[in-house]
């Protein structure tokens, strides 16, 4: 499937993969799960796509040929396509395992010369996951187990990684932490930060998302985000927050229910027109 242009239609298109390298996989991909990322590519809500683009990044798939230079899949396994083609595989944080902030960029999936170091040209010499045939890096191709059902499998290659990585450097256990907007990357965000061992708070605007936050595993809810003065009552309660809000709010009251030394770490990601953010040197600083 191939969005053409600017917010345009996706269209069934055949296309002409290039050449496999030693070191790729092929795969047939059996699942694709829709990330609201892709359509904020289809959209360049971000300012960093180029067209034409073959979107999809949540790809549950089966090896059907591994090049001669591969070494540890084989044909027949299940993998899972992430956000993720490619690193320089060299530098510190790609030897730790740290992919994700490979010193000179990753190369995305199916990110171009817009997304800066994330992405080469030309973008669209292999594309997503939203195509019958794909091929990508061995190492990047995640072996899954069999009995993984592609329903959860798919929402956790992106959203659930997404939400993982925030949960694995600040949450430990006895923490109290907090979990802002209880969507798709809230609701695993607060089902990792308890088996990390965190006393875990879920944030919304209104009630309507206490009975799934109770469920997920949440320890308490609040509906107060967007209210100055309910957040204000949650003054100091936090070690972490980890706001999956993809919009710009001020984070002045989110910065106030931190304890003395806590962590706000933001991981949905606003439009392009609206990506700056201020807050006072001194708490910063002092706090």
């Known amino acids: 499937m191939v969005c053409p242009g600017k917010g345009e239609k996706l269209e069934l298109r055949d296309i002409t993969l290039p050449a496999m390298k030693p070191t790729m996989v092929e795969c047939e991909i059996l699942y694709n799960g829709l990330c609201h990322t892709d359509i904020h590519m289809k ?78 040209d030309p973008h669209h010499e292999h594309g997503g996951c939203m195509s019958k045939v794909m091929r990508i890096e061995e ?60 006393r875990v708070t879920a944030l919304s605007r209104n009630e309507s998302k206490r009975e799934k936050s109770l469920l997920a595993g949440a320890h308490e809810f609040v509906a107060c985000l967007g209210d100055a003065d309910k957040m204000g009552e949650l003054s100091g309660k936090f070690d972490v927050i980890i706001d999956t809000n993809p919009t710009n709010p001020d984070i002045g009251p989110y910065m106030g229910m931190l304890k003395f030394n806590g962590t706000y770490c933001k991981v949905g990601i606003p439009a392009a027109n609206d990506m700056n953010f201020t807050y006072a040197w001194i708490p910063t600083i002092f706090t």
């Open 43 to 120: 959209d360049n809500d971000w300012g960093i796509s180029n067209y034409p683009i073959v979107l999809g990044h949540e790809g549950v798939a089966r090896v059907t040929r591994v090049g001669v230079g591969c070494d540890h899949l084989q044909v027949g396994d299940l993998v899972g396509i992430t956000w993720c083609r490619d690193s320089c595989r060299k530098c510190d944080s790609c030897l730790a395992g740290r992919e994700n902030i490979c010193e000179t960029g990753y190369q995305g999936t199916y990110l171009g010369p817009a997304a800066g170091c994330w992405g080469k």
């Open 139 to 198: 190492r990047f191709a995640i072996k899954l187990p069999e009995n993984l059902r592609p329903e959860v499998a798919c929402p956790l290659i992106c959203g659930g990684g997404t939400v993982f990585e925030a949960v694995v450097d600040y949450v430990s256990s006895g923490k109290s932490v907090a979990i802002a907007s209880i969507g798709g990357l809230g609701t695993a965000a607060i089902r990792f930060a308890k088996l990390f061992g965190g």
